[in-house]
């Protein structure tokens, strides 16, 4: 059947093509959720494509409508718009009646007039906003429907597209329309306890039709609304070489076995100020000196702020930005949601992005507080990392600084390659150690190694051989010389 597009970015996508021609749906959601605004984009792309569209309103007035249309920079120039409000007369007390309730007289002409302005313009789409003036004057659940189907008959004679939307301010429980409607979308707004509302949708149903399920993000800002499909990492795949890159550290690349390989995924574990970031940043470096671009997303740190540490190790990233090869992008978790990020990182890679670094998990997980579905989140998004052959590098600040550690989520069991960073304590100084605690793809070194971070960037020295319980902060001195840790070294 032929499908009618609504004009909404991504959501065509969750509905496999749009609606169908012919049919009555249903858009329901509480006030200011976003339906006037989507019922105003699925009749401007009607328009845009030559057909005829009208908008019905019992709700708002036609200023308010061309008002919002203004608001989004919008033009309803070929859009039909008809005011219904209640005749004067139904309004006047001294012609109200005893005998017959006005709302039998409202129902019938309210009715009466919808049909007559779609026979006089013929319109190829309709919007009807909104339901709830209808129930009202229905009174009744049995009159409510039988206005319903009586619209429903009318329409599909007409071959007319219909979009009723539902406000849910009179009855919440009533599935009247449900049954009736072709398909369903039911828009939600969630408050959190910080930061800003959060919206999401879902097709309730669609019949006849396989759509995209569960629940999707969407955002209301200026230029219409924008839905973010849920990232399903089955759908998304392509062939490509499983290569492995190396870095400009001999020493790195010989704890990683001889480098990451291309498509996995590596998580950086450490407490803060073991130099996490830093670490992710040379083979962002490395990535940028082959030619290929990458994705830095920062959650924690001030953009400004990495850029002026980063330099002070020997890596400008300015110039990679410059060069075109690097994209920084600093997010805001109490402004963003999980599926705007997910929507994010894919158009990068889309555009050719190869190595993405996720800094970090911790902020990630503020834009989305239920641990289960975090990890959920995070799965998809590595799967179709994984299947699109980008190589990712996430980062977790582990609580507490020495001893025994937690991460605010575990996600060790996702990672392709997971590596240690700990402070510890020897010859009266706190010193940092490294190690890869686990690597899927290939072999690798099971040694802990000490490291420095300064003026020459992240410098790895020798395996601790001499020593036992680094990994718990305290180690022993277990060697038969004077230990030659790599701050001694010249």
Known sequence: MEQASLGVTGLDDVLNGGFSRGRLFLLEGSPGTGKTTIGLQFLLAGRDAGERVLYV????????????AAAHGWSLDGLDIYELVPPENLLDEAQQQSLLYSSDL??????????EAVERIDPDRVVLDSLSEIRLLAQSSLRYRRQILALKHYFARSGVTVLMLDDLTSDTNDKTVHSVAHGVLRLEELSPDYGAERRRMRVVKYRGRQFRGGYHDFVIRPGGVRVFPRL??????ERYERDVLSCEQDELNALLGGGIERGSSVLVLGPAGTGKSLLTLIFVAGAV????????FIFDEERGLLFQRALGVGMDLQRMVDSGNLVVEQIDAAQMTPGEFSARVR???EAGVRTVVIDSLNGYQAAMPEEQALVLHIHELL????????????????HGLVGDMKAPVDVTYLADTVVLLRYFEASGQVRRAISVVKKRTSAHE???REYRIGARGFQLGEP????QGVLRGVPTFVGDAEPRLLRDRP
Not at 106 to 115: M, Q, V
Not at 232 to 237: N, Q, R, S, T
Not at 289 to 296: I, K, P, S, T, Y
């Open 383 to 398: 799967q179709f990392l994984n299947r699109r052959g980008v190589t990712t590098f996430l980062t977790v600040a582990q």
């Open 57 to 68: 309103t019992m709700s708002e007035t036609e200023d308010e409508l061309r008002g919002t």
């Open 106 to 115: 409202e129902l019938g002409e309210t009715t009466s007039r919808i049909f």
């Open 446 to 448: 099971d040694t802990i």
């Open 232 to 237: 399903v990492a089955g759908e998304h795949g």
């Open 347 to 349: 158009e990068h890679v």
């Open 464 to 467: 601790l051989t001499q020593f």
């Open 289 to 296: 000196a082959r030619g290929e671009r990458a994705g830095l």
